[in-house]
């Protein structure tokens, strides 16, 4: 079965360190998006990607960076983590006829 | 710019009780609307969908109908059981654009 796949579950990582968390379709969708969800807030867009070699801004996206080298992977990298971005974070994938998103099972990331 | 707004939680609610939680939309155009649930420790599931106006979407005893009139999404139930408790996600996806826009979410808890 087709599934995505997040990890690792659970980080913990000091201020100032690189961090990259890790999302894997085999959906074979081309958009793939990260969200961070905080209490408050809901779910807010990171960055995202149309397919290989495409990446775009989200609206919450200073601090973080992502890279597209191919279908299956968009990972998530802090570039020099911060308590701010303590968070879960979300990889989700989608086709391009919009039936809404397949979810990852999330990443909960705490920076200290 | 796109936005969705959902009633404030927390919502309690007894088992076989009747479950109406809000959402509105801001939105240029004819925007699909979304409703995703998620259960404790997981990511997100679409629960139903529904891409024109006066469409009704429906899913495990789950409806809402999109009220173009309104700006309107809500989702009902007419009898919530405890395996419903989950906290619930109205959303968003603009014509031309595979972005979700999420509302903050509504933690529904169902007691015995």
């Known amino acids: 079965d087709a599934e995505i796949t997040q990890s690792p579950r659970h980080k913990i990582t000091e201020t100032g360190r690189q961090v990259t968390l890790a999302c894997h379709q085999t959906?074979?969708?081309?958009?793939m998006f990260w969200y961070r969800q905080d209490l408050g807030h809901g779910l807010r867009l990171i960055h995202y990607?149309?397919?290989?070699?495409?990446?775009n801004k989200g609206e919450v996206s200073d601090g973080y960076s992502v890279s597209r080298s191919n279908t299956e992977d968009l990972p998530l990298t802090l570039e020099s983590a911060a308590s701010s971005q303590t968070s879960v974070y979300f990889c989700?994938?989608?086709?391009?006829?919009?039936?809404?998103?397949?979810f990852g099972s999330g990443t909960r990331l705490t920076v200290v | 710019g796109n936005s969705v707004t959902q009633m404030e939680g927390p919502v309690t609610l007894s088992e076989e009780a009747f479950l109406t939680i809000n959402c509105t939309y801001t939105?240029?155009?004819?925007?699909?609307l979304f409703w995703y649930v998620q259960y404790p420790g997981e990511g997100l599931q679409l629960l139903l969908k529904?891409?024109?106006?006066?469409d009704k979407g429906s899913n495990k005893g789950f409806e809402a109908t999109y009220r173009k009139e309104t700006t309107s999404f809500h989702l009902e139930k007419g009898s919530v059981q405890v395996s419903d408790s989950a906290v619930y996600f109205c959303?968003?996806?603009?014509?031309?654009?595979?972005?979700?826009?999420f509302g903050k979410g509504t933690k529904l808890t169902v007691n015995p």
């Open positions: 529904a891409t024109k106006a006066d």
């Open positions: 959303a968003l996806r603009q014509g031309g654009s595979e972005k979700l826009v």
């Open positions: 939105a240029t155009g004819y925007p699909s």
């Open positions: 959906w074979n969708h081309n958009n």
């Open positions: 989700a994938s989608s086709d391009w006829i919009g039936h809404g998103y397949t």
């Open positions: 990607s149309y397919g290989v070699h495409d990446t």
